[in-house]
Nanobody, 114 residues
Framework: VQLVESGGGLVQAGGSLRLSCAAS????????MGWYRQAPGKQRELVAL???????NYADSLKGRFTISRDGAKNTVYLQMSSLKPEDTAVYYC?????????WGQGTLVTVSS
């Protein structure tokens, strides 16, 4: 499974961005897809996950500002980020769990300026 992210960039505080992650290399619906992020000097942390059945899980601190969704037919996951804050600046990584194996994208940088 290969994951390709897009949509990162520079945005002002209070703005919005939408990240996309397209999975390829499998004909089957991926069990779960999601997003993690890693800020400079910090550990990678969960942002949000969504299962093939549509169940979502968010980091508590991000509920209400970030929304995860997926297109099962395309094995694509989206992360809509709103009311962005400078502390949301990080490299955002797409993750997929498929048949018990973790897959990661290369990461996309999101920079929020104050």
């Amino acid at each position: 499974v290969q994951l390709v992210e897009s949509g990162g960039g520079l945005v002002q505080a209070g703005g919005s961005l939408r990240l996309s992650c397209a999975a390829s290399g499998t004909f089957f619906s991926i069990n779960a897809m999601g997003w993690y992020r890693q800020a400079p000097g910090k550990q990678r942390e969960l942002v949000a996950l969504i299962t093939s059945g549509g169940t979502t899980n968010y980091a508590d601190s991000l509920k209400g500002r970030f929304t995860i969704s997926r297109d099962g037919a395309k094995n694509t996951v989206y992360l809509q980020m709103s009311s962005l804050k400078p502390e949301d600046t990080a490299v955002y990584y797409c993750n997929a769990v498929h048949w018990g194996t973790d897959y990661w994208g290369q990461g996309t940088l999101v920079t929020v300026s104050s």
